[in-house]
C-alpha cells in the first residue's frame, strides 16, 4: 500500500528524484553523502536491498527504500528486526545469487557480527555501507569515529575509505566491481555526519556507464540443481585447508582493487588507488597518514604547511603493506605522523596505526600515532600543528607510540600542550 | 561595504565561510544548500551535527571558495564572515555572532534598528543587515517561510553569486509558482534591506583565521581527571551541570500552556506522560503530592497533557512572538 502526502503524490525523498529517470549524461549537482550513496547503489541495480537503520546511516536505506517505492528499482526492500537479520537476510540472498545491498554504523555493526565471517567464507560479493560512528562507551555517542577499524577488520571483507561526498558516492558503484571481482564481500566507508550529513558538490555517473561497469555475472549460488551443504560441520580433519584456501583467494584481491580503479578511470576520469599521496618530496621528510574525512583537513592544512606530505589509504582491508613500504621508500620518509580515530585501550597502538607498524617493521621508519577525533570531536589545525611539532623532536621509537590530541585534562588544560 | 569584483578577487585564494541560526523547520539548511548550489566555485555545508527538532535552535555552515583545497576541509566553521539569522528570537538565546570576523556581516531578520541589534550582541567591529523576511514572506508568498528571503539580504551585503544563479538553484530545487514567488521574493529582499555600515568596523580580511585556539576542546568543562569514572553523570553532583536543566526547550514550542487548578483533579496522567518534567507538583499537608503548575522554561508544548487529561484541565494559547513560525505546516 503506497504512502501517500495529502496532495495525493507518492512520497519521495526530494534528492533522490534525479536517480527516478535514466542518467544519461554526467550530471552535476550537490547532496549530503548518505543520499549519493542511496543513488549509486539504485544504478548499480541490486536485486535484495536489506538493511537495519541507525543514525548516522539513515538517510541512505530511506532513499533506497524510496526509489524502490517508485517502481524505479526493481529490488525487494525487505525490511528486518535487527541488524543481525539484515545480514543474515543479505548473505543468504546474496548466496542465492542476488546483488545484495546493506548499510550499517556502530552498535549495528557489533550486532551483525555474529552473520559477517559467512559472506567471506562462502565467497559472496555482497557490499555494505558503513557511516562511521563511535560505539557507546562509556557514553552514548551518534558521532564519527572509526569503529569499523576496532573490531571485526580481520574477519575477510575489503574495506575501502573514502574521503568526500564525491569519493563515497564512486565506492558505492567501485564496491560491487570490487566484491564481484574478488567474490569477497565489500565494505565502503565514509565518516559519519562528517559526509553522510554534509551537503558537497558531485557528479553523477551516466546509467549507461555503471551498467557497462557492473555487468551481472555468473557465479556460485545455491542452485536446487545442484544440492550441496553450505556452512556444514567439518572435522580438524578439514578446517584448516578451508582457512588456508581463503588465505591464497585473497592474496591477488588488491590487484583486482587496482585494476578496478583502473578500469574506474577509463570510464569516469577519475583516478583512484590503494594509497594516495600528496607532497611527499618536502624538506623535512614527514608525512601524515591517515584516512577518510580527516585528510581533507589535512589538505586544507596543507596548503599552509607545505614541509608536510600526506599518505591517504584508501585500501584500509586488504592492508597494502607493499605498497605502502614502496612509497615511503621511493620519497625517503623518514617520520610518519599517523592519525586516527580510534583508541585501543590496551597500551599498545591502535588499529589502524598497528596496521601501518606492520608495514614499516622492515624499514625502521619513527612514527608516532595521535588519537583524535574520538565521538564527533572535531579535528582542526590545532592537532595538525601540536602533532607537527612534537613530531620534530622525535629521535627513536622509545617509549609510548600514541597519544591523545584534543582532550581536556582539566578545566584549563589541555593534554599535552603546554599553555 | 566590498564590490562584488574584491568579494570575487577575495574567493580565490580564501575561503568564504557563513553561518545561518534558525530554529528547527525554518528552512536553515536549505538556504545554506541553496548557497552552494548558486555558487559557481566549490562549496559544502554542513549543518552543525546533532540530532535536529522542530523548533530547537539550528546552526548550518557553508564555505565558498574557488580554491578546491580551502573547501575541502571538513571541519565545522568556527570564523564565520557573515551571520544570518532568521529568527529573531535567537538572539537573546544565542551568541550568534561568536567568531564572527571583524568587519563581518550579521543579517537578522527583523524589523528591529541597527542600534538595539549592536546592544543586544554587544559588537560593535561588525556591520548590520536587516531584512523583514516576514512582511516579504506573507505578500509574496502568503505563508511565513523565510528562508530563501533571507538570502537576498545576504548577496546585497556579500555578492558571492549573482541573483541569476541564485533563481537557477531555487528553480532545480522547488517546482511551479513556488519557484517563481521565491525568486520574486528574494528579488524584493534586495533592495529591501537595510543597510548599515559601521564606521568603527575594519576592512573585512578573508585571509585572517579568525577561530580561537583549541575552540573545539570547550575549555571551561571539567576534563577527565575532572569526571567521574564509567562517564555516569550523577544527579547530585555539581560537576556537570545537569544537562537538560540548562536548555530552554521551552523556546521550541508554538503554543503556551495553561493549567486550571480548578478544574484540576491532581490525576497525575499529565505527570507520567511529560517528557520533560514540566509538569511541576508539590507534596502538601495532607502527604500528597499536587499539581502546582506547568514549568514553561522546560514545555516545549508536545500537547500531550492536554490530550491525556480526562478533566480538560489544560488548554493552549498560541505564544506571541517569532518562535511560533517553527509550526509544521
Redesign the interface.
Same mark, same amino acid.
Given at each position: 500500500m503506497p504512502l501517500h502526502n495529502r496532495r495525493g503524490k507518492k512520497m519521495s525523498v526530494e534528492p533522490m528524484k534525479l536517480f527516478f529517470k535514466e542518467i544519461k549524461e554526467p550530471v552535476e549537482t550537490a547532496m549530503i553523502g548518505n543520499y549519493a550513496v542511496a543513488g549509486g547503489v539504485t544504478q548499480t541495480d541490486p536485486d535484495v536491498i536489506c538493511a537495519f537503520p541507525i543514525t548516522p546511516q539513515t538517510q541512505s536505506v530511506e532513499g533506497l527504500s524510496d526509489v524502490v517505492h517508485q517502481g524505479r528499482l526493481k529490488a525487494a526492500f525487505v525490511n528486518v528486526e535487527s541488524e543481525l537479520a539484515a545480514m543474515s537476510y543479505a548473505t543468504a540472498a546474496c548466496a542465492a545469487g542476488a546483488r545484495a545491498f546493506t548499510a550499517t554504523a556502530s552498535q549495528g555493526y557489533l550486532l551483525m557480527a555474529e552473520g559477517l565471517p559467512m559472506a567471506v567464507g562462502w565467497r559472496l560479493p555482497l557490499t555494505m555501507m558503513i557511516s562511521a560512528r563511535a560505539f557507546n562507551a562509556p557514553n552514548l555517542s551518534i558521532w564519527n569515529q572509526w569503529e569499523y577499524c576496532q573490531v571485526n577488520s580481520e574477519l575477510g571483507w575489503n574495506i575501502i575509505v573514502s574521503e568526500n561526498v564525491q569519493e563515497t558516492y564512486d565506492a558505492s558503484i567501485l564496491s560491487v566491481m570490487i566484491s564481484e571481482d574478488s567474490l569477497f564481500p565489500t565494505i565502503f566507508v565514509h565518516d559519519g555526519f562528517i559526509i553522510s550529513h554534509s551537503v558537497q558538490k558531485l557528479t553523477l555517473i551516466p546509467d549507461e556507464i555503471v551498467r557497462r561497469m557492473t555487468p551481472k555475472k555468473s557465479r556460485h549460488t545455491i542452485d536446487p540443481s545442484k544440492p550441496g551443504v553450505w556452512g556444514g560441520i567439518v572435522t580438524p580433519d578439514y578446517f584448516m585447508e578451508g582457512r588456508i584456501s581463503l588465505d591464497e583467494a585473497k592474496k591477488p584481491v588488491l590487484g583486482q582493487m587496482k585494476s578496478t580503479f583502473d578500469k574506474f578511470k577509463s570510464e569516469t576520469g577519475r583516478e583512484y588507488n590503494l594509497i594516495e599521496t600528496y607532497n611527499l618530496d618536502n624538506s623535512s621528510k614527514t608525512a601524515i597518514c591517515t584516512m577518510g574525512s580527516l585528510c581533507g583537513n589535512v589538505i586544507s592544512w596543507m596548503t599552509k604547511n607545505q614541509d608536510i606530505g600526506l599518505i591517504k589509504i584508501r585500501a584500509y582491508r586488504p592492508f597494502p603493506v607493499e605498497e605502502l613500504r614502496k612509497i615511503v621508500e621511493e620519497h625517503n620518509i623518514e617520520k610518519l605522523i599517523l592519525l586516527e580515530k580510534s583508541d585501543a585501550l590496551n597500551g599498545m597502538l591502535p588499529p589502524f596505526s598497528m596496521s601501518v607498524a606492520t608495514a614499516l617493521y622492515p624499514l625502521k621508519t619513527l612514527f608516532r600515532s595521535f588519537i583524535v577525533g574520538l565521538g564527533g570531536r572535531d579535528v582542526t589545525r590545532d592537532e595538525f600543528n601540536i602533532a607537527k611539532k612534537k613530531m620534530e623532536t622525535v629521535t627513536d621509537m622509545k617509549g609510548s607510540l600514541y597519544t591523545y590530541l584534543g582532550v581536556r585534562e582539566t578545566k584549563q588544560k589541555i593534554v599535552g600542550v603546554d599553555q | 561595504m566590498l564590490t562584488k569584483e574584491e568579494i570575487q578577487d577575495a574567493l580565490k585564494e580564501n575561503c568564504i565561510n557563513l553561518r545561518f541560526h534558525a530554529r528547527g523547520g525554518q528552512g536553515g539548511v536549505t538556504a545554506?544548500?541553496l548557497c552552494? @548550489?548558486a555558487f559557481h566555485g566549490? &562549496?559544502?555545508?554542513?549543518?552543525r551535527? &546533532?540530532?535536529e527538532r522542530m523548533g530547537s535552535p539550528t546552526e548550518s555552515y557553508v564555505r565558498l571558495s574557488y580554491?578546491d583545497?580551502? $573547501?575541502?576541509?571538513?571541519?565545522?566553521v568556527?570564523g564565520p564572515h557573515a551571520v544570518s539569522v532568521l529568527d529573531s528570537s535567537l538572539l537573546g538565546e544565542i551568541d550568534v555572532t561568536a567568531g564572527l570576523a571583524p568587519g563581518g556581516w550579521l543579517i537578522v531578520n527583523t524589523t528591529m534598528d541597527q542600534i538595539s541589534l549592536q546592544e543586544i550582541v554587544g559588537r560593535d567591529d561588525i556591520n548590520i543587515a536587516t531584512i523583514d523576511a516576514l512582511n516579504i514572506a506573507m505578500e509574496i508568498l502568503g505563508r511565513n517561510i523565510t528562508n530563501t528571503i533571507i538570502l537576498g539580504a545576504l548577496i546585497r551585503v556579500l555578492p558571492m553569486f549573482t541573483m541569476d544563479a541564485l533563481a537557477d538553484a531555487i528553480m532545480m530545487?522547488f517546482k511551479g509558482s513556488i519557484a517563481g514567488k521565491n525568486v520574486e521574493a528574494i528579488k524584493r529582499a534586495i533592495d529591501d534591506t537595510c543597510v548599515y555600515e559601521n564606521s568603527n568596523a575594519p576592512k573585512i580580511d578573508f585571509s585572517k583565521?579568525t577561530?580561537i585556539?583549541?575552540?573545539?576542546?570547550? +575549555? &571551561? +568543562?571539567?576534563?577527565?581527571? @575532572?569526571l567521574d569514572k564509567? &562517564? $555516569?553523570w550523577y544527579c547530585d553532583e555539581t560537576v556537570i551541570e545537569m544537562g537538560s536543566k540548562l536548555v530552554n526547550t521551552g523556546s521550541w514550542g508554538e503554543w503556551d500552556m495553561i493549567w486550571n487548578k480548578d478544574t484540576c483533579t491532581d490525576c497525575a496522567q499529565c505527570w507520567y506522560i511529560c517528557p520533560d518534567f514540566a509538569i511541576l507538583r508539590e507534596k502538601g499537608d495532607d502527604g500528597l503530592w499536587h499539581m502546582v503548575g506547568i514549568d514553561q522554561y522546560h514545555c516545549k508544548s508536545c500537547l500531550n497533557c492536554l490530550e491525556v487529561c480526562p478533566v480538560k484541565a489544560i488548554s493552549k494559547e498560541l505564544k506571541q512572538g517569532p518562535a511560533s513560525c517553527a509550526a509544521p505546516q
Open positions: - | 545554506s544548500n552552494v @548550489e566549490y &562549496g559544502v555545508c554542513q549543518p551535527f &546533532g540530532a580554491n583545497d580551502l $573547501v575541502r576541509n571538513n571541519e565545522q568556527y530545487r583565521d577561530k585556539q583549541w575552540q573545539q576542546v570547550s +575549555l &571551561g +568543562l571539567p576534563g577527565y581527571k @575532572e564509567a &562517564g $555516569v
